[in-house]
């Protein structure tokens, strides 16, 4: 048996199972209750009517119950017309049940060419101490009325279980209507947009619960508010002294001659530009939806493709890498033309950093009533383990750590612009052959409410 799985099922199933079981053990001690109870009554009757036949007996009259006159062995001396054939001694039988009145004894017996059993009563003569008398009273009676009762139960019994399970689940169903309410809203709740809160509907635990995750809500969207803010400051705190130490660098740069001195130079230079780019890449992604719905307008996406094609072309030409363009023409749309382009180019510019030789391809076709930006390399792959974590912010592959410089927040930016503007990007690769990213955008590219980047 597979038990269910969720609250509800656990608790109906639970209930028409512990239901069930009171009900058919009910049914049973009620059925042997009512048997015992009609048997006590036939045995009242019974030995009444005994009473009557034995005085009758005594007296030399004949009775007008069925009975029996037997000798001490067996013999038959005497019987009624309707007594029924084959009667044993009941000393002979099993299950004799001795009434605890002298030589007094009463069993059911069942005979084979009888519907129902006898209810028998063996007694022996007072004044006849070699005889014993026989009187039998057919369980007829009793016996239908069980099987009246047995047929009741049948019906009773499952109709009682359905019904009781199908109160069981109408309660339930009510009393956790609410947590269906609470499920779609946490579902709903993103990191992105943590203003939404739980209807506070339901009674007892239940609202208590609602109320609980809203403070919880509320307390998460403060901290990573505050975590925004922060991150927001520092990077324009360190904006200014990034872009002074990176000018002073560039400067002493050009005026150093000796090679050593330039190396180490140009090294900071780089750690320096590195640290601007992180600091770019924080602020950008602290910045809400207000901030970024003013700048969003009609767009030429091919124009901003062919201008990042333009300068990654120098770049492979450098690295000795070939680059192949496919570019529509006339694909057009709404957005933030700035940062589409950050996300070409951090596509391209990832696809250079690690391909060592081959070509890296960058594709813009107007297909399935959207706009599909691919850029693919012939680069050594990615990790499968590595592959669903590329786009977590700070993570660096295994493979890269150490030997290529990085920030780990190009791809999570790119990601972030691209559900910005209602779009998604995705990831695949195989080792040894190279990884290719597809972004897809819809044509309109509708101005949607993004908050900024938690």
């Not at 058919?24 to 005994?50: N, P, Q, W």
């Not at 007072?126 to 039998?136: E, F």
């Not at 660098?249 to 601007?276: F, G």
């Not at 030997?403 to 990601?415: F, H, N, S």
Request: hydrophobic share 45%.
């Amino acid at each position: 048996m597979i038990f269910p799985t969720t609250l509800r099922g656990r608790v109906v199933t639970a209930a028409v199972m512990l239901t069930t079981s009171l009900t058919v053990g009910g049914a049973f001690y009620s059925y042997v209750r009512v048997e015992h109870h009609l048997d006590k009554a036939m045995d009242r009757f019974i030995e009444h009517e005994v009473d009557e036949a034995i005085g009758e007996l005594e007296t030399g009259q004949i009775p007008f119950e069925p009975y029996t006159v037997r000798q001490l062995d067996g013999t038959i001396i005497a019987t009624s017309a309707d007594v029924p054939d084959g009667l044993p001694l009941l000393d002979e039988m099993a299950e004799i049940e001795n009434k605890a009145r002298g030589e007094r004894r009463i069993a059911n017996v069942h005979l084979d060419d009888s519907r129902f059993a006898y209810r028998v009563v063996q007694y022996r003569l007072w004044n006849h101490p070699d005889r014993i008398v026989q009187i039998a009273t057919s369980r007829e009676v009793v016996e239908k009325a069980l099987r009246n009762y047995r047929e009741n139960l049948f019906v009773a019994v499952p109709i009682g279980v359905v019904l009781t399970a199908l109160i069981v689940w109408l309660l339930v169903w009510l009393s956790l209507r609410p947590l269906e309410g609470i499920i779609r809203t946490a579902e709903e709740v993103d990191v992105r947009d943590l203003t939404r809160r739980i209807p506070e509907t339901g009674a007892g635990e239940v609202r208590r619960l609602s109320s609980v995750l809203n403070d919880m809500l509320t307390r998460i969207d403060e901290g990573v508010a505050t975590i925004r803010n922060f991150s927001s400051d520092a990077a324009h705190e360190l904006r200014t002294p990034l872009a002074v130490l990176r000018g002073e660098l560039e400067l002493l740069l050009d005026r150093v001659e000796e090679p050593e001195a330039a190396a180490a130079l140009s090294r900071a230079l780089d750690e320096a530009i590195e640290l601007t780019h992180l600091t770019d890449a924080l602020l950008l992604m602290t910045r809400g939806s207000e901030a970024l719905a003013e700048e969003f307008g009609p767009i030429d996406l091919s124009s901003i493709a062919h201008d990042v094609a333009t300068d990654a072309g120098i770049v492979a030409e450098a690295r000795g890498l070939a680059l192949s363009v496919q570019i529509d023409d006339g694909v057009q749309g709404h957005g933030h033309a700035r940062l589409l382009r950050r996300v070409i180019w951090n596509l391209i510019d990832n696809a250079l950093k690690f391909t060592d030789a081959g070509t890296v391809t960058l594709e813009l076709k107007a297909e399935g009533g959207g706009a599909t930006i691919r850029v693919q390399d012939t680069g050594g792959g990615i990790d499968p383990a590595d592959l669903p974590r590329v786009f977590e912010r700070f993570f660096r592959s295994r493979d890269v750590q150490g030997r290529k410089k990085g920030t780990g927040l190009g791809l999570p930016l790119v990601r972030w612009i691209c559900e910005a503007h209602g779009g998604k990007i995705e990831a695949a690769s195989t080792r040894g052959e190279g990884s290719s990213f597809v972004v897809t955008l819809p044509m309109s590219m509708p101005k949607v409410s993004i908050s900024s980047a938690g």
